[in-house]
Structures are given as structure tokens and as C-alpha cells.
């Protein structure tokens, strides 16, 4: 049981960014980590829908995206002369 709950925190920090919080009131700090937990939920819940780990998962994702934005960009750059 006390390797899941070190797994959980783990998986927690490294995935959903909960520890990069720079927000100074508590109410903030709790929707930055109640967000965090919602975002490896959704994560673990899909992972094991597909068979893969939270972070091949995550990789997959963010491995997408960039594909699609190098393809297709959302922001256009604008030159400045």
C-alpha cells in the first residue's frame, strides 16, 4: 500500500505540474492542486484504457501536439522591421 501512495505522489508532481504552483492565497493553491489531481485522473483513467503508463501517455500527447503545431502553427510569427 506504501509504495502505491509514493507511486500516486510521483506520478502527481512529475505530471501535473502540482508542485510549480507561484500562486500566494491558500484558495488559489487548492484549485491549482484540486485542477492537478482532476488532470491525473482523467490521465490515469486513460492510460488504463489504452494499456500504456501515465507517462508514455503524456509523452504521446505532448509528442501530438508538437507534431501538429510544427505542421500547422497556431500562434503565426510577425516580423517586426
Known amino acids: ?11 502527481f508532481k512529475q505530471l501535473t505540474g502540482a508542485e510549480k504552483c507561484q ?6 493553491q487548492r ?7 482532476l488532470v491525473w ?5 486513460q492510460a488504463r484504457q489504452v494499456g500504456k503508463t ?6 504521446e500527447m505532448l509528442s501530438n501536439y508538437l507534431r501538429a503545431e510544427l505542421r500547422s502553427p497556431a500562434v503565426r510569427m510577425v516580423l517586426v522591421a
Open 31 to 37: 484549485n491549482h492542486i484540486a485542477c492537478a489531481v
Open 23 to 28: 500562486c500566494r492565497r491558500g484558495r488559489m
Open 41 to 45: 485522473d482523467c490521465l490515469a483513467a
Open 54 to 59: 501515465l507517462y508514455q501517455l503524456k509523452r
Open 1 to 11: 500500500m506504501r509504495w502505491k501512495i509514493e507511486q500516486f505522489h510521483r506520478e
